[in-house]
């Protein structure tokens, strides 16, 4: 029997390995930890568990895109504004 959660799970994966493609470490350095950490969880097969897994790589997504939106506005203020 397929897991109904398993959509939910391989869509986070894609997101957060696109999300990795721009990691300040690197593409390679996130993937491969990206991948142990899906690798670690990949027999829990308890449905609240699962949840509470996802739940926690989604607050990584939006951590994520808070570090690229930091890093993006620190970019265009150096290029606005004059270094005191």
């Known amino acids: 029997m397929a897991n109904p959660l398993r959509g ?3 869509q986070l994966y894609k997101n957060l390995l696109y999300l ?6 690197g593409a390679d350095y996130f993937r491969d930890r ?5 690798m670690k969880n990949k ?10 897994l996802v739940k926690r790589g989604e607050f990584v997504v939006k951590e994520l ?7 993006k506005y620190r970019t265009m203020k150096k290029r606005y504004y004059e270094e005191e």
């Open 8 to 10: 939910e799970v391989v």
């Open 34 to 38: 990206l991948r142990a950490a899906f």
């Open 20 to 25: 990795g493609r721009e990691y300040p470490k």
């Open 43 to 52: 027999d829990v097969q308890d449905p609240e568990k699962i949840k509470e």
């Open 65 to 71: 895109e808070a570090l690229y939106f930091l890093r």
